[in-house]
């Protein structure tokens, strides 16, 4: 069955899906004359600078927003989902996840302009909008039926299962717990969080990520300080890899440029999720005039989440050798050998608190992305089983297969992202209309 599995994975990660995630991200950056590198300032002013933390009756404040969607992709993507690329794909594979994250700050911003732009009310006068609505503009209702269902299926795969997966190793490295008893354990409080809807999801966020995400930055880039001595050498050994065009034998293994590729945006999508269509189901509840001021904040969603956080881990895992080290090592073994240079016997306690953290939220994140996505196919009744069964997959994903588990989660990545990238193309003339706003504003 896992050999199905995988063969699916490769066949839906083809050459034209890796494509199309980075032309419309590159159709969307000349459109905007590269707006996310050409004003950055601009963008930080109009975001961080530019903070409204309380919610309204008519929504979330857009800070709210960028918590509750940086919780959903800064899970394993951003620790684990670095070192696998690392040892799947080489150190390239760093490269090829930045260009993507690059690219994709354009998309998440046509994304979230789009999902402003078509959303609606539900029954109890909430938003309800997001890649939802802009592809039923595009395609028709069936359509975005069927994205819903692989929205629910990323959701139990990637957006739980595999933080659950991620929570019991890390947890279980470090003591002696038992991972049902513990799956029961995060299952409970998630449950607490997700029955209370976007604005309990959103504030549980909100409180967590901003500091969490600091800590860990400030640790990574001591870890790299540290090290600076070998800054060049792997920065140097990732652009060689990124375009060598034969194979290069480097740390764990032999790598080529279509393996660095491959990973590269695979792990790209799988820690920021550009192109997917998820973010927008929680942007589109943010209380904002305007769609292109969310849009904004879609470019600092990505940033932050690849750009910023993945590059600096992918520095710290091979500054410190824990990348390429003689011991075959795990991903979260690699990452406490990193932080180990600056805490000592404490990283792997750093690593576990920061990783369960960022996986819990990464959880009640996508509980209520699938939960928006089981509201519009099936409607409000159906909204608690799915919490029910939402909770079980917790409890299943700490005891399952983790290259299984990864495996299904990036199939339904693909399988969301063909009528979302789709959909954005057949509407790109609404997305540039606001993004020349914000080009020229």
């Not at 950056?29 to 600078?49: D, E």
Request: charged share 15%.
């Amino acid at each position: 069955m896992s050999g199905i599995i995988f063969s699916m994975r490769e066949l839906c990660w083809n050459p034209l899906l890796l494509a199309a995630f980075f032309g419309v991200g590159l159709y969307f950056s000349i459109k905007s004359g590269f707006l996310q590198i050409r004003r950055p300032v601009f963008i930080f002013r109009s975001t961080f600078g530019n903070i409204k933390k309380s919610d309204t009756k008519d929504g979330i404040s857009p800070f709210a927003a960028l918590s509750a969607a940086l919780a959903a992709c800064m899970g394993t993507g951003n620790i684990i989902g670095v070192a696998s690329a690392l040892t799947l794909g080489g150190p390239g594979a760093v490269f090829w996840m930045v260009v993507s994250a690059l690219l994709g700050e354009m998309t998440s911003c046509a994304e979230n302009i789009l999902g402003i732009e078509y959303r609606a009310r539900n029954e109890k006068n909430e938003w309800m909008g997001g890649s939802l609505l802009y592809i039923e503009k595009a395609f028709g209702r069936k359509t975005a039926c069927v994205f819903s269902v692989f929205c629910v299926g990323a959701a139990l795969g990637m957006g739980n299962m595999t933080q659950a997966n991620a929570i019991s190793t890390a947890v279980c490295e470090q003591t002696e717990a038992v991972p049902v008893a513990l799956g029961v354990a995060v299952a409970a409080v998630a449950g607490m969080v997700i029955f209370g809807g976007v604005k309990r999801v959103s504030g549980v966020t909100e409180k967590i990520i901003p500091p969490l995400s600091l800590a860990v930055i400030i640790a990574l880039l001591a870890v790299i300080i540290k090290n600076y001595a070998f800054i060049f050498t792997c920065i140097k050994q990732i652009f060689v890899s990124a375009f060598d065009f034969g194979s290069l034998s480097a740390g764990m293994g032999s790598y080529t440029l279509s393996k660095a590729v491959k990973e590269g945006f695979a792990r790209g999508v799988f820690s920021n999720e550009a192109g997917l269509g998820s973010s927008p189901l929680v942007h589109a509840s943010a209380d904002v005039r305007e769609p292109f001021e969310q849009g904004l904040w879609g470019i600092a969603e990505v940033f932050i989440d690849t750009v910023l956080m993945c590059t600096l881990t992918a520095l710290a895992l091979m500054t410190s050798g824990a990348y390429g080290s003689n011991a075959p090592l795990s991903p979260v073994q690699m990452s406490v050998a990193a932080f180990s240079d600056i805490l000592g016997n404490s990283s792997g306690i750093f690593v576990c608190v920061s990783l369960c953290l960022f996986a819990f939220a990464t959880i009640i994140g996508w509980g209520f992305y699938g939960e928006k996505a089981v509201e519009y196919a099936f409607g409000e009744k159906a909204v608690t089983p799915y919490r029910a069964v939402f909770l079980i997959c917790t409890v299943i994903g700490t005891c399952a297969s983790l290259d299984t588990v990864w495996a299904l989660s990036d199939i339904f990545n693909a399988l969301m992202a063909i009528p979302n990238l789709a959909a954005i193309i057949k509407l790109r003339k609404a997305a540039v209309y606001h993004i020349k706003k914000i080009s020229h504003g």
